[in-house]
């Protein structure tokens, strides 16, 4: 069965301290993994994805296959990025799970002036 | 088309009454998915569509849930004799098959609240 796993349910840092939000998965094979993030009264929205490398807003994730992670960090956290977030996993194309997406509960971070 | 629609925003209903919600999926995505999200929870896979074809079922979608997306356009999500565990937070978003999980843009909601 596939999971995924976040750990600390609330994370606290001051503004300009590094951030690492962490993300565990269980897979059989290699999924597709996800940060999505909820700001105050907003939509979930699609942060960033392992497979295209990005950087978003300054936040970077890397998939590490064999301890079955994709922490969420950041260098200087801003006050901006206080928000709910969450990790994600889908299956490849072609598998039955593509597309469809299992949800870790979520972090909320809060980022103190 | 400014995205994925869904109505109402907020539904309070006793239990034991039948609800239904509205989604309206961004024009040109083809997949539509349906979810339900608890206090302190992340959201939980319900159902998904492929144009009009409902593709999957999660076992949480017990025989009191039905969903259908006429047309493969919008899509109804119907609770029959709703229970006090029914209150969460549902969840619609939509995609381009081609594009998979990369396109999915999530709607804003339906809460529902069972008295």
């Known amino acids: 069965a596939q999971r995924v796993t976040q750990p600390e349910k609330l994370l606290s840092v001051f503004k300009g301290a590094p951030v690492e939000l962490k993300c565990n998965y269980s897979y059989s094979g290699s999924p597709e993994l996800f ?46 990025d206080s928000a709910m977030y969450y990790c994600a996993l889908s299956g490849v194309p072609g598998g039955t799970s593509y597309g469809k997406l299992t949800f870790g509960q979520g972090t909320i971070l809060t980022v103190h002036p | 088309d400014t995205g994925v629609s869904q109505n109402p925003r907020h539904k309070i209903t006793k239990r034991g009454q039948n609800v239904t919600f509205r989604c309206d999926p961004i024009s040109e995505h083809n997949r539509l998915y349906w979810y339900r999200q608890t206090l302190g929870q992340g959201p939980e896979f319900l159902t998904y569509f492929q144009n009009e074809a409902q593709l999957e079922k999660s076992r949480l979608l017990s025989d009191r849930f039905s969903a259908e997306r006429p047309k493969g356009s919008f899509s109804t999500l119907e609770i029959q004799r709703t229970e006090q565990g029914d209150s969460a937070m549902y969840l619609c978003a939509s995609s381009d098959q081609d594009r998979g999980s990369y396109g999915y843009t999530f709607g804003s909601g339906t809460r529902l609240t069972v008295v």
């Open chain 1, 35 to 80: 940060w999505y993030v909820q700001y105050s009264r907003q939509r979930l929205q699609l942060l960033l994805r392992h497979i295209s490398r990005e950087s978003i807003k300054g936040f970077t994730a890397d998939l590490n296959k064999g301890e079955t992670s994709f922490h969420l960090k950041k260098p200087f956290a801003q006050e901006e």
